[in-house]
């Protein structure tokens, strides 16, 4: 079948050593015949070989390049695919894709590689977005997690939830019609209770989808306290720069800062917030109306409190305000001071001083020595990201909404089929909440997937992916 040939340069936009021109389709040989005359043709596969690339109007000499020829399918994409490196230049990199548009290619879109590898067959959409995942990854635990996705890992459980969800059909077909006596039909209570276990399998792989989104996205975690509490301080220190204005007045901080930052191997958005107090200067109360949009929004909150200054009244509502639904670290910032009394000190003193039972960590730092700021990461991923320490990152995790809205459906659709047929629904009729199940697993590994759901999926990918 003749499919539109794509051309896409696939590395990063600037100056560089050396820059890759990515071609895919059924006309690739003749482009490169045009683009690349010196090459043989047809070229010898999977082997790099130094040419001369022209423009194919007037023959002029563009660069010098590296390319190599794959025939489909046994390529990336499955169609017939070459990959050229020339010299890293904007202009020189623009000319060479234009070459090849002369000679015949389209533009390619953003993630039309590897949607084309998809639709060859070459990889399932969960590794395709694995793919995406381990060029995003900015931290060694998105790393590893996409590394064992895109080698296959939730692909296979996915799998095997369907072959198991293929089982309850087969007993249900058992339940319905046994052909001979010595074979008797399978009760209900048995189909039932096998529907219950694969809803419970289902459910262990939804508990991973909180943190494995977390994963892509970066866990919130807000500095805040009262002024002067050391917040940007310890912001400069844990993200190793001076990126935050530090002084010795209360009310510095005015503005929400935001910074990505990898913290033992895993994401976090470490936000710096203006201080918390009441005050007339509209300026810094705009501030401290932005800190509360971000604390309602926080993952994880430190609360920072200097060694030398009490809890109050003041961060006892701070923590009915915004730590009832989330882990909060006590932070005692200043440690190389001289300690106050009457402030709690360990986790039973802070549980005594009313922080709720999740926010019983409390941890001493200084952002002047450095004292601290290991165990408050520690502390940090062991809060945040729990199960992923526990369980270590390469079992199968959703790190997906799409994945974790298939797998919900397919759990909601077995937990129906259990109760139809539990509350005497004819078997046919709760069948149908099965076939539900099994669209939706289908779904995320893209056996079968609407246009929609492509589009999605790829729109996110960069273009020469
Ligand atoms: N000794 C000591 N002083 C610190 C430490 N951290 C911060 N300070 C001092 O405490 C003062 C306030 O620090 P900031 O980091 O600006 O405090 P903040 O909480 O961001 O203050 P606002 O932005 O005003 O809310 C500054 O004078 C810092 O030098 C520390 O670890 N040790
Ligand atoms: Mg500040």
Not at 369 to 375: A, D, P
Request: charged letters at 30%.
């Amino acid at each position: 079948m003749e499919v539109d040939t794509i051309v896409a340069v696939a590395t990063p936009p600037g100056r560089g050593a050396l820059a890759i021109i990515r071609v895919s389709g059924s006309r690739t040989r003749s482009l490169l015949a045009r683009v690349a005359p010196g090459l043989s043709d047809p070229p010898v596969p999977r082997r790099a070989s130094l040419t001369a690339l022209r423009d194919p109007k007037n023959g002029r000499l563009l660069d010098r390049g590296l390319v190599t020829f794959f025939p489909g399918p046994a390529s990336f994409t499955g169609e017939d695919t070459a990959e050229v490196a020339v010299h890293g230049g904007p202009l020189l990199t623009g000319m060479v894709m234009e070459a090849f548009r002369k000679a015949g290619a389209r533009a390619a879109e953003a993630g039309e590689f590897t949607r084309r590898a998809y639709l060859n067959g070459k990889l399932d959409l969960v590794r395709a977005e694995a793919v995406a995942d381990l060029i995003e990854a900015d931290s060694p635990a998105l790393h590893r997690a996409a590394v064992h996705q895109m080698d296959g890992g939730l692909s296979r459980r996915l799998s095997h939830l369907r072959e198991a969800l293929v089982e309850v059909e087969a007993l249900l077909m058992h339940h319905l019609d046994f052909p001979d006596e010595d074979d008797p039909p399978v009760p209900a209570e048995e189909v039932v209770a096998q529907a219950q276990a694969l809803a419970d399998e289902l459910d262990r792989l939804l508990a991973t989808a909180p943190e494995g989104e977390l994963l892509r996205e970066g866990a919130v975690a807000v500095l805040a306290g009262r002024p002067n509490a050391g917040k940007s301080s310890l912001y400069n220190a844990l993200l190793g720069e001076e990126r935050a204005i530090v002084t010795e007045v209360p009310g510095t901080t005015r503005d929400a800062l935001e910074a990505r930052v990898s913290m033992g191997g895993y994401p976090f958005r470490l936000v710096d917030t203006a201080g918390l107090r009441e005050v007339a200067d509209v300026v810094e109360s705009k501030g401290i109306e932005v800190a509360h949009r971000y604390l309602s929004d926080a993952d994880v909150i430190l609360l920072c409190l200097p060694v030398d200054q009490e809890w109050t009244e003041e961060e006892r509502g701070f923590r009915d305000r915004f730590g009832a639904d989330r882990p909060v670290i006590l932070v005692r910032t200043c440690a190389d001071r001289e300690e106050g009394e009457g402030a709690p000190q360990t986790g039973e003193e802070a549980q005594e001083a009313g922080l709720q039972p999740k926010a019983h960590s409390v941890v001493r730092v200084s952002a002047r020595t450095g004292e601290g700021l290991g165990r408050l990461r520690d502390t940090l991923c062991q809060l945040v990201f729990k199960g992923l320490v526990e369980a270590r990152v390469d079992a199968p995790i959703l790190t997906r909404t799409r994945q974790r809205e298939g797998v919900e459906l397919a759990r909601n659709e077995v937990r129906a089929f259990g109760a139809a047929l539990d509350s005497g629904v004819p078997a046919e009729a709760a069948a149908a909440h099965l076939k539900g199940a099994e669209v939706a697993l289908e779904e995320i590994l893209g056996v079968i997937a609407p246009e929609d759901v492509l589009d999605r999926v790829f729109a996110r990918f960069c273009i020469g992916k």
